[in-house]
């Protein structure tokens, strides 16, 4: 995998090579988007002009936790956080 376009790291490592490639090992596996095998698990809420945001803005492939996605860069949203907000865990919204 190191010398395709889509080099295995983080937990990508630890997947069985027939998770992705259902086909057989030569067979071309779509994979531009992280949506493009894993479920949006935010169900469309970072969806921005009919496109679904990609996991790799607020994530690492080493795994979901820890976010990337900053308190600075929630109060460009909808929803800024102030007060008691800001003491919430992410994973309670």
Sequence with gaps: ???TAFPLVGKHNTVSCG?????GLNQPVKHARCLDCHKDFHNGQFTQGGVARDCDGCHKPDGFTVSRFTVDMHNTGKFPLTGAHLATAC???
């Design 1 to 3: 995998h190191s010398k």
């Design 19 to 23: 998770k992705c490639h259902k086909n």
């Design 91 to 93: 994973t309670e919204c």
